[in-house]
């Protein structure tokens, strides 16, 4: 009987070690995700960034002839006879059928 309740509050010991490994490494993991957390929103931004600026720097380049050309009113492309239009180019071919 002794030897059971022994058995049994060593099992009790072994599971509140347990218990405080996993806090710890559960305060620690948070503390990763917090900082890594960050660490992606601060790449997050700078891709945001970086995209914008590309974006400004392809709005800058002269367009090939060609492109000039097939592009509508605008300065942006036609778009097909399935795709929808944008509001104010479908505004745009409304009046046009209307005169």
Wanted: charged letters at 30%.
């Amino acid at each position: 009987m002794i030897s059971e309740f022994q058995d049994l509050s060593d099992k009790i010991d072994r599971l509140a070690q347990l218990t405080q490994s996993l806090r710890a490494e559960n305060y620690l993991l948070r503390q990763a995700n917090t900082l890594l957390s960050a660490e992606n929103l601060a790449f997050k931004e700078r891709l945001f960034e970086a995209q914008r600026r590309v974006e400004a720097l392809l709005d800058e380049l002269p367009k090939p002839p060609g492109e000039a050309q097939a592009e509508g009113e605008g300065g942006q492309p036609e778009p097909g006879p399935d795709e929808p239009r944008p509001l104010h180019l479908a505004h745009a071919a409304r009046q046009q059928e209307q005169r």
